[in-house]
Nanobody, 114 residues
């Protein structure tokens, strides 16, 4: 079973940046798609970004041009660089790995507020 551990969330002012990290256990990391979803209170969970095993990326419309997803297969880690943050980005961010069955991390809170 793969375990995912996220870090990097916190409180940031509007216009600021954060970088989230998600570390996966096991040696199979490089073979699978990984990504990030987020869920704000009272809202549906939405895709933030995904990255395939060959590095192809896909973003949710609300974050295009501001967020960048990347992966370091040597470190079993996927990153989410978030720039130009605004209040609408406030949510719990969770990473996943698609092994055919999805595994999820515990989530990390991102709060954008002045």
């Amino acid at each position: 079973q793969v375990q995912l551990v996220e870090s990097g969330g916190g409180l940031v002012q509007p216009g600021g940046s954060l970088r989230l990290s998600c570390v996966a256990s096991g040696s199979i990391f490089r073979l699978y798609e990984m990504g990030w979803y987020r869920q704000a209170p009272g809202k549906q969970r939405e895709l933030v970004a995904r990255i395939t095993s060959d590095g192809s990326t896909n973003y949710g419309d609300s974050v295009k041009g501001r967020f960048t997803i990347s992966r370091d297969n040597g470190k079993n880690t996927v990153y989410l660089q978030m720039n130009s943050l605004n209040a609408d980005d406030t949510a719990v961010y969770s990473c996943y790995i698609d092994l055919g069955i999805w595994s999820w991390g515990q989530g990390t809170q991102v709060t954008v507020s002045s």
